[in-house]
């Protein structure tokens, strides 16, 4: 019993202790100076690493948004493609240049089989 009340009291003493503004006295400072350079890097850090992954995350959606544009011009350029390789529209571009070409009559045939 005795233990547990002087446990309890050891608590309440460091609670009592931080809210007084025990934890801002020069000595504090000293005996824990090895942690707070190590909680001031930490911080550093964290904070260095959140900025980078930030920036690479505004590169990824600038990448992806990009990718977005030139595939859909790719699939633009294609049905441009298509539709020029028709042979009716290859026909007319022929007759538009004046070359004077005609189209085969006769099917085309395999000379090996």
């Not at 090895?34 to 909680?39: A, D, G, P, T």
């Not at 911080?43 to 030139?70: A, P």
């Not at 028709?86 to 009559?105: D, H, M, P, T, W």
Request: hydrophobic content about 40%; charged content about 30%; aromatic content about 12%.
């Amino acid at each position: 019993m005795a233990a547990d009340r002087k446990k309890k009291k050891r608590k309440e003493n460091r609670f009592l202790y931080i809210l007084g503004g025990g934890i801002l006295d020069w000595d504090f400072f000293l005996r824990h100076t090895k942690m707070i350079v190590l909680v001031v890097i930490l911080v550093f850090f964290f904070i260095g690493n959140r900025y980078t992954c930030m920036q690479k995350l505004r590169e990824i959606d600038r990448l992806q948004q990009q990718l977005r544009d030139l595939r859909y011009e790719a699939l633009s350029i294609s049905s441009e493609l298509t539709g020029n390789s028709r042979q009716s529209q290859i026909e007319s571009l022929v007759e538009q240049q004046g070359f004077e070409l005609e189209g085969a009559k006769s099917p085309p045939y395999e000379l090996f089989k």
